[in-house]
């Protein structure tokens, strides 16, 4: 892969974090649960940290895949820090998924009477689908990348 293109995707990552943040910071003000609140009361709110806990996970897995970006542009793809990395990404991923059911499970039982959760557990059901196909798709590449170190070093010996 050019070194160009290992970049543009690097900053294809920062870029997808930067606008994480600001997702981050803006939401919460303009929901539903803040409607009545002040600034203190809303950044306190125990389902808004848990939804900053939540994104702890989803920040490793962007620093995970950027640094695989970096040791692709390093033409250090078959190396045991890319299997790492990618090993990193799958966990991520697969505690992104087990947070968000947990926080939509949290909803459906716990909401109030007079509010509809279709639209959260749909985005749950959502971001839980894209999560789980990440975590495999990550576990895939894992897998073949780690079976391909494995015959270079076994073609390295026989030579």
């Known amino acids: 892969m050019k070194r160009i293109s290992t970049l543009f995707l690097q900053a294809v990552i920062v870029l997808i974090g930067i606008v994480a943040v600001a997702i981050l910071?803006?939401?919460?003000?303009?929901?539903?649960?803040?409607?009545?609140?002040?600034?203190?009361?809303?950044?306190?709110?125990?389902?808004?940290?848990?939804?900053?806990?939540?994104?702890?996970?989803?920040?490793?897995?962007?620093?995970?895949?950027?640094?695989?970006?970096?040791?692709?542009?390093?033409?250090?793809?078959?190396?045991?820090?890319?299997?790492?990395?990618?090993?990193?990404?799958?966990?991520?991923?697969?505690?992104?998924?087990?947070?968000?059911?947990?926080?939509?499970l949290f909803i459906k039982l716990f909401h109030n009477k007079d509010d509809d959760p279709a639209g959260f557990i749909a985005l749950c059901i959502v971001t839980t689908f894209t999560s789980i196909v990440v975590a495999t798709a990550a576990a895939i590449f894992e897998k073949i990348l780690q079976n391909a170190i494995d015959m270079k070093s076994e073609n390295d010996l026989t030579i």
């Open 25 to 104: 910071i803006r939401v919460p003000l303009i929901e539903g649960r803040a409607e009545n609140l002040d600034l203190l009361s809303i950044y306190t709110d125990p389902f808004i940290l848990y939804g900053y806990a939540t994104s702890i996970a989803f920040f490793v897995a962007l620093s995970k895949a950027f640094r695989l970006l970096g040791y692709i542009g390093q033409n250090k793809v078959f190396s045991s820090d890319s299997v790492k990395a990618l090993k990193g990404i799958k966990y991520c991923a697969v505690i992104i998924s087990i947070l968000i059911v947990t926080a939509g």
